[in-house]
């Protein structure tokens, strides 16, 4: 499996952004696909996830209400729509897969992806 991310880029804050990850290869067994984010010197941390299992989706706390996340099955590609963009949200954001699903209390942990794009750099200016 491989994934390519894109959609990433300057933007002031209050703007929106969309990105998008397109898998190929045997995507048909991706059960969790996700977003996570990452600036210089820190960890990476979880944005969003969408499982196909149910098309349930979950959010981390600081994104809620402001990003969504969503899967086109036919296109074999998640997509995040980003909106009210803060300062805080700069990262680069990396996409993630995985077979199978992941049950709440792991989705927000990297190691339980075995997929991963390059990642796009989100730039939100104040």
């Known amino acids: 499996v491989q994934l390519q991310a894109s959609g990433g880029g300057l933007v002031q804050a209050g703007g929106s952004l969309r990105l998008s990850c397109a898998a190929s290869?045997?995507?048909?067994?991706?059960?969790?696909m996700g977003w996570f984010r990452q600036t210089p010197g820190k960890e990476r941390t979880f944005v969003a996830v969408?499982?196909?299992?149910?098309?349930?989706?979950y959010y981390a706390d600081s994104v809620k209400g402001r990003f969504t996340i969503s899967r086109d099955n036919t296109k074999n590609t998640v997509n995040l729509e980003m909106n009210s963009l803060k300062p805080e949200d700069t990262a680069v954001y990396y996409c993630?897969?995985?077979?199978?699903?992941?049950?709440?209390?792991?989705?927000?942990?990297?190691?339980?992806?075995?997929?991963w794009g390059q990642g796009t750099l989100v730039t939100v200016s104040s």
């Open positions: 993630a897969a995985r077979e199978g699903r992941l049950i709440t209390s792991t989705v927000v942990t990297p190691s339980m992806y075995y997929y």
């Open positions: 969408f499982r196909r299992s149910g098309s349930t989706t």
């Open positions: 290869g045997r995507t048909v067994s991706l059960g969790t």
